[in-house]
DNA sequence: GTCTATAGCGTGATAGAC
DNA sequence: GTCTATCACGCTATAGAC
């Protein structure tokens, strides 16, 4: 193999082809449902020689959610990047409220197979993707409480029954968000942002 | 038997036993992961008793479903039902937000199973059980739009999108909550409600 | 009503051919 | 790198004893 070869082996695109139909099986049927002849057919490749690529299944599955969860992760620290320096907290929450639906709703199966086999991992599985987990929450923690300690958001509210509501919001948009339907994912962002933000009664006049 | 037994013959008793334990396993194992095996230990009975009772896996777990769906659905057709005649529009609102957080939380495993198999299900059994589904649907939709009709709720966000993101959030709650915390479902309905009504954002003085 | 036994098929993982 | 063959086991559903 050349130096420069983009680092795409033949390997290394089998893996791939795997981690996809890995994911796309796992958001179908959950996590023990998933089975390696279905993800090996997907991938165009055998049950056994999954084997070569992956130590156990486990291992591969573990591999999919943290893509999954690193996915999100990125795209909302990307955007909060690309804000002016001492940004505005909540139009800092927008970003990352869009960041976050766009990666959900557009990426494929990683975060779809993360959302939805949340409550239905075994006990070691979800203890080893914890960590992963943990560190993107804690970006939302930090959204939350950077907007409340600036004066701009109310503080007479539990803030992580405010952050575990506002993703629930989001991450259950996976199961009726239609792609094909002229609403963008940023356009749910909008009416999200607007509704948790300032809420939905009618303003007095 | 006789006539006055409260209806609870030895076969209706094995029967809710198999029924509850159906649900604990789709609620923790998914839909494709759910064997009758497992059912049959939890229920106390064999697998090939369960079929003097139900006519398939399939027949059984739709059951669950729809068992699931319609707790949700005559907790919240009770709660609006114990209103004064001609309601305000808003407080319906959060009577039915409580209700339903209350059967998803602490009704044991049918909502759940619900929640959780809801993108999982093959085509055949989502059909079967999606009339139920959407006549809870209409409740919702018709809460919404009589809030909004009465001037209550702003008029200028798409009331799909908001009833979706609503019951997004509730549903999640399964997820996080934790029945031994001090939060009850009662509490956590109010902050939902004070969130989603009145919004994040700090009123300026 | 509940049981056991059985049918045919699919499971995760490994060994070894090529 | 990828394949086929194989292991012991678990699956839904049925038949028939009790």
Redesign the interface.
């Given at each position: 193999m050349s130096v420069r070869n983009s680092g795409k082996s033949k390997s290394d695109q089998t893996r791939a082809r795997i981690l996809d139909a890995a994911a796309h099986v796992l958001?179908?049927?959950?996590?023990?449902?998933t089975t390696l002849n279905l993800i090996a057919e997907r991938a165009n490749t055998k049950a056994g020689s999954i084997y070569y690529h992956f130590a156990s299944k486990d291992e591969l599955l573990l591999e999919v959610l943290e893509a999954g969860t690193q996915t999100a992760h990125e795209a909302v620290s990307r955007a909060l990047g690309k804000l002016e320096p001492d940004p505005d907290p909540?139009g800092a929450i927008q970003a990352a409220i869009e960041a976050h639906l766009v990666a959900v709703l557009s990426q494929g199966p990683y975060t779809?197979a993360n959302i939805?086999?949340?409550?239905?991992l075994p006990e070691h599985l979800a203890a080893a993707h914890r960590e992963v987990q943990r560190n993107y929450g804690t970006t939302w923690r930090k959204l939350i409480a950077a907007a409340v300690d600036a004066?701009?958001?109310?503080?007479d509210?539990?803030q992580r029954?405010?952050r575990?509501?506002?993703?629930?919001?989001?991450?259950?948009?996976?199961?009726?968000f239609d792609n094909e339907s002229t609403?963008t994912p940023t356009q749910?962002a909008a009416?999200?942002c607007?509704?948790?933000?300032?809420?939905?009664?009618?303003?007095t006049d």
């Open positions: 958001a179908t049927r959950g996590y023990a449902a909540i779809t939805r086999s949340y409550g239905q004066g701009a958001l109310r503080n509210l539990d029954t405010t575990l509501l506002l993703l629930g919001a989001m991450n259950w948009s996976i199961e009726w609403l749910l009416q999200l607007d509704t948790v933000i300032n809420g939905l009664r009618r303003p």
